[in-house]
């Protein structure tokens, strides 16, 4: 491209800025020849999950197998040479190295040779894994302690004849073994191995609930090398609980006690219930709790005695109530989330046990409300308002959900687009007509990307505005609008009817209608204009999101406008496994194609270490690249691109003379 011999002030200005860093020709070329030499390498492959909710035993095998991209590597390199037996054997040990290495030295008797033959099949593993790389950045990605060593095994190639290379890689080997340090380097290879296998994860939302290790899974997150989060509507619930939101604590509470799921509150966060079920058996102890039993599944059936039982439907009821009212005090504050049809309390004829919604009377199942003034429905009573206002101190105290939180906020955000796809939960909201539905809550008519972007600030101010100013109320107020608000972008529905199916036994009254997107979205020139929006055009891009469970089972397709779109929730949580027929879906994207991977139920990990045995998965090919993709085709690539034509401009100038080599002001 030809260039013009003159630059402009402000272009001059940033030049003198530039030279700085590369103060000579010579250092401004290096750079130029390092990164178009980077361009041109494999981009990283990406790995994609969603809807996690909890399962943390199925989500670190996953992780740690990189939903099989391990797998592959391990039969490619060893296929045609290793029994199938001693391969799963290898994979196993690479994604649970501590406790594998455990019980093969309780019963292996010469470990000395097994650790010979191990080390070297890891290391030709590390060479085949991180072949896409530049050295620098396998170096960077190794353990500090063992950088040099693991760098000079990957890297030392030899071929038969040449004794001397294979002296000193076989020394290596024999050193490490002598200082009794073999186990430890073991350890720190596999570890290299899984890191260099996936470049980056995305997960598409929906950490919490259901399950009982998010908190797990966030620890591990924040331990990840490189990944970005897109909020689920339980993300915000959470979210929403750790910023202060009585309402969105009560919801946390009513959720997890509706689904025998208090371990991650109380072991996982260090969060007290005493309060809660203090109250609820004083002030509940006479009331009908029928209708607030929990859910346990089959294998912890034998975990509660009745009287604990009993004691959980109580603190059901009583944090229930208590989110009935919390809820009818925010859309009163809100008028603009348009919920006024969710005011339901008020609409209570205790004396005929009647609800009216929606201009038709329907007869409850309970109205023994202890709480509830019939004539101020939404006011709590003074126990009441001391007891949320103490469960939300211990959400805003707990220092572990604190730290898991602000991770949340700092590589989350409620949509990304990313080397040219789109990523989100829930929705992009839209009308009948395909139209996308427009939002007036504390903005002005905004729509589609817009209105993402400006909810995605609204959400963040909830948690980091000052305590107690307008701002923040407001945003934790939107933090609940985002959970359960109609035609929500992560909620998608009209409404959440909770109240009816507590109280109410007509069905109708239970139905939540899904967002027209639902629909629309299997006719691929929705999909196109969606991805339009998000400033997206090309064969090769596409809409991922998760948050409904694809019914495979009954023959749904988690592929959408004629392969635009990739639904990745596939029920990683069991309690929808029931209903999709399998244990969820993961999505990988390489350097020459998009590949589907569904997933079957997993055995549990202490299972997967002693038998050998991973997840069963299928995979299908979706998009097959015309040719292998490169860092230039991404958009990190783009972003070198920038940094190169910037270094060719600052050449220029150094050559004309505008500016002078070794120039620092």
Not at 438 to 453: E, N
């Amino acid at each position: 491209m030809k260039r013009t011999a003159e630059f402009t002030r402000e272009k001059l200005d940033y030049l003198k800025l530039l030279a700085r860093q590369y103060p000579t020709v010579q250092e401004a070329s290096t750079e130029i020849i390092n990164l178009r030499a980077i361009q041109n390498l494999p981009k990283g492959t990406e790995h994609f999950l969603s809807d996690v909710h909890g399962e943390y035993e199925a989500f670190q095998h996953i992780i740690n197998s990189a939903s099989g991209v391990v797998r592959e590597k391990i039969d490619e390199l060893l296929g045609s040479s290793v029994p199938r037996s001693d391969r799963d054997q290898l994979a196993t040990l690479i994604y649970y190295p501590q406790e594998k290495l455990e019980e093969i030295e309780r019963e292996t008797e010469d470990m000395r040779e097994w650790y010979r033959i191990t080390f070297h099949r890891l290391i030709d593993l590390c060479c085949l894994v991180s072949a896409k790389y530049t050295r620098s950045k396998v170096r960077k990605a190794m353990p500090r302690d063992y950088a040099y060593i693991i760098d000079e095994l990957i890297h030392t190639h030899f071929e038969q004849n040449e004794t001397d290379k294979r002296g000193y890689y076989e020394n290596i080997i024999n050193t490490i073994i002598d200082l009794d340090r073999a186990s430890n380097f073991l350890i720190q290879l596999c570890e290299l191995i899984k890191r260099l296998a996936a470049d980056h994860l995305h997960l598409v939302g929906d950490i919490f609930d259901r399950g009982p290790g998010a908190d797990v899974i966030l620890d591990a997150l924040m331990d990840y090398h490189s990944v970005d989060i897109q909020w689920g509507n339980h993300d915000i619930l959470w979210m929403g609980a750790a910023s202060g939101s009585r309402t969105l604590v009560a919801t946390v509470l009513a959720n997890s006690l509706r689904y025998n799921n208090l371990e991650v509150i109380e072991t996982g966060y260090g969060i007290s219930l005493r309060p809660l079920s203090v109250f609820a058996d004083e002030v509940y102890r006479k009331c009908d709790v029928s209708r607030f039993q929990v859910k346990i599944a089959k294998e912890d059936e034998g975990s509660l005695t009745e009287r604990d039982k009993l004691l959980c439907a109580r603190m059901h009821k009583a944090i229930t109530m208590i989110l009935f009212k919390l809820e009818g005090q925010k859309i009163r504050r809100n008028p603009c989330f348009h919920m006024d049809d969710r005011l339901l309390l008020d609409k209570v004829d205790y004396q005929a046990g009647t609800v009216e919604i929606d201009g038709a009377v329907y007869p409850m199942l309970d109205t023994d409300f202890p709480t509830v003034d019939p004539k101020d429905p939404y006011t709590l009573t003074p126990e009441e308002d001391a007891l949320i206002n103490t469960l939300t101190r211990s959400f805003r105290h707990s220092e572990k959900l604190q730290r898991h939180v602000r991770f949340l906020y700092s590589k989350g955000s409620l949509y990304r687009v990313y080397n040219g796809n789109l990523l989100f939960h829930g929705c992009i909201p839209m009308g009948l007509d395909g139209s996308l539905l427009s939002f007036s809550i504390g903005c002005d008519s905004l729509s589609g990307r817009a209105f993402l972007d400006y909810a995605d600030l609204t959400a963040r101010r909830a948690y980091y505005n000052k305590p107690g100013s307008p701002e923040r109320q407001f945003g934790m107020d939107f933090l609940w609008w985002l959970w359960c608000g109609r035609n929500s972008p992560i909620f998608g529905r009209d409404r959440m009817t909770t109240f009816e199916r507590r109280f109410v036994a007509d069905e109708t009254t239970h139905v939540e209608t899904k967002n027209a997107y639902y629909t629309l979205y299997n006719d691929p020139a929705v999909c196109e204009g969606i991805l339009k929006e998000f400033g997206l055009e090309g064969p090769h891009c596409h809409i991922i999101n998760g948050h409904v469970p694809v019914k495979s089972k009954k023959g749904e397709s988690p592929v959408k406008g004629g392969g635009r779109l990739i639904v990745i929730d596939g029920g990683f949580c069991k309690a929808y496994q029931k209903t999709t027929g399998i244990a969820g879906y993961t999505l990988i994207y390489n350097s020459r194609c998009f590949r589907l991977v569904a997933h079957e139920p997993f055995v549990g990990r202490a299972a997967a270490i002693r038998k050998n045995w991973d997840i069963a998965s299928t995979s299908q090919i979706l998009d097959r690249l015309e040719r292998r993709a490169t860092i230039e085709d991404t958009d990190n690539g783009r972003r070198m691109q920038e940094q190169v034509d910037d270094l060719l401009d600052l050449l220029r100038a150094y050559r004309s003379g505008a500016i002078v080599e070794g120039h620092k002001t």
